[in-house]
């Protein structure tokens, strides 16, 4: 079985609040950057969603509009979430790996 035939795992929120540890990004500009490093593609009503959910929990926040593009920023509750996150995945990482190892004779 190739990689790519498992899908995408990913969680939008995660994956813009990764985005936007880089620095501010408009919409159009985080599904990019995210299709870039991570090989998922949000659609606008899953990006803009999960950008609905961050800022109501106060993770990131809306910047004044540019022509029409609002651009948004991770905000330092935002950066204590992310790091908890990628603590807890890199765990799981690590377990996973761990794991694998045991079945080496497959």
């Not at 994956?15 to 540890?21: M, T």
């Not at 990006?47 to 022509?67: F, K, Q």
Request: glycine residues 10%; positive net charge; charged residues 25%.
């Amino acid at each position: 079985m190739k990689q790519n035939d498992l899908g995408r795992f990913s969680d939008a929120s995660f994956l813009i609040l990764s985005s936007l540890a880089t620095g501010p990004k408009h919409g159009y500009a985080m599904m990019e950057d995210i299709l870039e490093f991570s090989g998922t593609r949000l659609e606008p009503g899953t990006l803009y969603g999960a950008i609905t959910r961050l800022e109501r929990h106060g993770w990131i926040e809306a910047l004044p509009s540019e022509d029409r593009r609002r651009p948004y920023r991770i905000t330092a509750e935002g950066v204590m979430v992310l790091r908890k996150q990628v603590a807890t995945l890199e765990q799981v990482a690590s377990v996973g790996k761990k794991r694998l190892a045991s079945l080496e004779g497959f």
